[in-house]
């Protein structure tokens, strides 16, 4: 990925039923099925820098994901390269799907009008079928040994 810019998806599973308290923003419940985070990645360091940091523990939280990172595994991140900012249509488009759920109002969509950038699915569809619904096509990348590509 080294530096290229785009919007991605963080996978997060779940290791426990529950609540955990995110910052100021309130209480989310943990209650099976899967997470789906959505962000860009339009600064420096890019893709990259942003899955590596959502892959690791935060000492210090400062993203709404930060809180709930030690709570959830990364299973990978889906990316999709480019300059234009998708984030809020994703997240609207992946509320969609059957059984989708903004497990708490606001997360990670403080500086929007989205109801959440984060999703809870019973089943997280395949990458092609993303692809499709979100109208790009996604790399996966597994956690997290292959969060940046080898340089050439």
């Known amino acids: 990925m080294s530096d290229d810019r785009g919007t991605y998806l963080v996978r997060l599973i779940p290791e426990r039923s ?3 308290r995110v910052g100021r923003l309130g209480i989310l419940t943990l209650a099976g099925g899967e997470l789906l985070y959505v962000g860009s ?3 420096p360091g890019g893709l990259a820098a942003r899955c590596r940091h959502h892959g690791r523990l935060a000492a210090r939280p400062h993203w709404h994901l930060d809180y709930l990172r030690p709570h959830c595994r990364v299973a ?3 990316v999709a390269r480019g300059l234009e900012r998708r984030e809020h ?3 609207r488009a992946l509320g ?3 059984g989708a759920s903004w497990p708490l109002a606001r997360f990670g969509a403080s500086d929007c009008d989205c109801p959440a ?3 809870r699915l019973d089943r997280v569809p395949e990458t092609a079928a993303l692809s499709v619904l979100l109208g790009v096509s996604l ?3 597994a956690a ?3 969060f940046e590509e080898p340089e050439p």
């Open 76 to 78: 990978g991140c889906w």
């Open 144 to 146: 997290p040994d292959q």
């Open 89 to 91: 249509v994703w997240a």
């Open 139 to 141: 790399v996966w990348r």
């Open 18 to 20: 529950g609540p955990v």
């Open 41 to 43: 990645a339009l600064g």
């Open 96 to 98: 969609t799907l059957p």
């Open 117 to 119: 950038h984060l999703i």
